[in-house]
């Protein structure tokens, strides 16, 4: 497609301003491709703003675009965004890096250790366009949905939470980061503390920071957050919200212990706060994991839970359906706070979503990906302590994509991020996971964004020669 999209651009001068090119059929002969390859080109060329496609009448030269104004002087806005936040007790702050460092598409030729999401070989990609195609289907399709979501997927997700959810307590969302921002805006004031796990998704403290929230860091260890130092920050603090993930927590993978669910939750009805539960991962345990835990929601009586999750991380990146879950009166102020927002959620993406998770085809994806999931798992934990043995890495998880490692010998964590680019391979330092100073140097392994379980071998194998050429141990 790109080579045709050149070629006609290359040829556009052959025609005068709102001269006609050859037809489709012409184009298809001429270059001895497919239709759709013609198509595509087509639609680059549009995008462009190169040419005009007219239905029923063929595509044209397009004029050519004005010339753009000098830009202007923008500088004045360094002391406008400052003085924003002169009055705030914490200024907000965006600070998109350790999100950006795992949605920004590596270069050509760089193995994707960093990335958050399943690789093109694991997603349902036809599953999904059949489920888009139905969607797009049936009747009423392209109306508008209610506020809160279609009343059948709100029931399926109620259904996934479990306990005494029911769908009138779901809201649909446009994806898990959607969802998690709408539970901090309604249940944290600018500058209220947070307190979340440490370390923890840099895209949550990322949300808090946004909102002029101020995160306080919980340790975890390979139980889950630990409560008497939960009950200890409650108490120094005065926080109302508690962020965590109790299945397969990011990115160390530990899982709540279960003699630690009830006191987690009993800590902060006692101090009259809220736990945001991030379930991010349940689709994504390992095959072998055994029976998951419950929800910390389908376990809470008096509503202290709200409960965030998402179809996409199992699915694909451009599948940003997810939900939040509350009971009580703070269902109203998330539902307020999602409508001044984002008014809904796109009805096509909800209804190909309803398809998608009703289909045959749903409960096959999931176990190929449990299988998937644990083998990679297995073939770059064993990669890692046959070629760098001397890189710790304290816990296996049964669940999720990601594997914590600390660099021992090599550096800090910058470090050897960027020596692992050099070499080709693209990682996650761990400063970004830490709202506070980290205890020590740690990495992100992602093995889901990979091609397969060949490619793990070869992205330790660079890292090996790249972080003793760059490195070496004990740097």
């Not at 050149?6 to 090119?21: D, H, M, T, V």
């Not at 307190?195 to 919980?218: D, F, K, Q």
């Not at 998402?310 to 699915?315: E, G, I, R």
């Not at 999602?338 to 749903?362: C, H, M, N, Y």
């Amino acid at each position: 497609m790109a080579e045709l999209a050149e070629s006609l651009r290359a040829e556009l001068n052959r025609y005068s301003i709102g001269g006609k090119l050859p037809s489709s059929r012409v184009l298809v002969e001429r270059y001895r491709v497919s239709p759709v390859t013609v198509s595509r080109a087509l639609a680059q060329l549009a995008a462009e703003g190169l040419v005009v496609t007219r239905p029923g009448a063929g595509v044209f030269r397009a004029a050519p675009r004005t010339a753009a104004p000098a830009p202007g002087d923008t500088s004045w806005q360094e002391v406008a965004l400052s003085a924003e936040g002169a009055g705030e007790i914490v200024p907000r702050s965006v600070d998109a890096t350790g999100v950006l460092g795992c949605l920004a598409v590596p270069p050509s030729g760089v193995i994707e250790l960093n990335s958050g999401y399943l690789h093109r070989s694991l997603q349902p990609e036809r599953a999904m366009a059949a489920a888009l195609a139905r969607a797009g289907r049936r009747p009423g399709a392209w109306g508008r949905p209610p506020l809160e979501g279609l009343p059948e997927l709100r029931d399926w997700f109620a259904r996934e939470i479990g306990g005494a959810v029911v769908a009138a307590d779901v809201l649909v969302t446009a994806g898990g980061q959607s969802a998690l921002a709408t539970a901090l805006r309604a249940l944290a004031p600018p500058g209220a503390p947070i307190l979340v796990e440490s370390p923890t998704y840099p895209g949550l403290l990322a949300i808090a920071r946004a909102s002029g929230c101020r995160p306080v860091p919980v340790p975890v260890d390979a139980e889950g957050v630990r409560p008497e130092l939960l009950a200890a920050a409650f108490e120094a603090t005065g926080a109302r919200v508690f962020v965590c993930q109790p299945l397969f927590q990011n990115p160390t993978g530990a899982v709540l212990a279960p003699g630690r669910r009830a006191e987690v939750l009993r800590i902060a009805r006692a101090a009259g706060a809220f736990v945001v539960e991030d379930d991010y991962a349940r689709s994504l345990a390992h095959e072998g994991a055994g029976p998951l835990p419950a929800t910390l929601a389908a376990e809470d009586t008096d509503g202290v839970v709200v409960h965030v999750r998402s179809l996409t991380k199992v699915t694909s990146p451009s599948l940003r359906v997810g939900a939040v879950a509350a009971r009580g009166p703070v269902v109203d102020r998330l539902r307020a706070i999602q409508i001044v927002d984002s008014f809904f959620v796109s009805r096509p993406l909800q209804e190909a979503a309803l398809e998608l998770v009703g289909a045959p085809a749903w409960p096959r994806h999931l176990r190929t990906v449990a299988a998937e999931l644990r083998h990679r798992r297995d073939v770059l934990a064993g990669a890692l302590r046959r070629e760098l043995p001397s890189l710790e890495l304290p816990h296996l998880p049964y669940g999720g994509y990601q594997l914590w490692v600390r660099p021992t010998g090599y550096g800090d964590d910058a470090a050897f991020a960027a020596a692992a680019l050099r070499a080709g391979v693209a990682v996650a330092p761990g400063r970004p996971y830490f709202c506070a100073e980290p205890p020590g140097p740690h990495v992100r392994l992602s093995f889901a964004g990979v091609a397969g379980p060949g490619e793990l071998v070869e992205a330790v194998q660079r890292l090996r020669t790249g972080l003793a050429d760059g490195l070496g141990p004990n740097a």
